[in-house]
Nanobody
């Protein structure tokens, strides 16, 4: 399984970005996103299970939305009302008996 994350970039505070995570195979499994800010540990952001259940970290609840297109084997992370503290490298993951990680995509939010 290979995952390719994209969609990062530079945005002003209050702006929006949509990240994509394309999988080489079926995404009918738990997928989600982590992020890692400069100098900090990787932290969990959001998860989408195969039955459609979504959960979010408190820091992004109400601002970020995780979704998936099973036909396209792609998961998305819509990020609205971005804050400078959302800056970091965002990594998508897929769980099929173990974690599979994609290469990160950098999100920079300027104040």
């Amino acid at each position: 399984v290979q995952l390719q994350a994209s969609g990062g970039g530079l945005v002003q505070a209050g702006g929006s970005l949509r990240l994509s995570c394309a999988a080489s195979g079926s995404v009918r499994s738990t997928m989600g996103w982590y992020r890692q800010a400069p100098g900090k540990q990787r932290e969990w952001v959001a998860t989408s299970t195969s039955d459609g259940t979504t959960t979010y970290a408190d820091a992004v609840e109400g601002r970020f939305t995780i979704s998936r297109d099973n036909a396209e084997n792609t998961a998305y992370l819509q990020m609205n009302s971005l804050k400078p503290e959302d800056t970091g490298v965002y990594y998508c993951y897929l769980i099929i008996t173990r974690f599979y990680w994609g290469r990160g995509t950098l999100v920079t939010v300027s104040s």
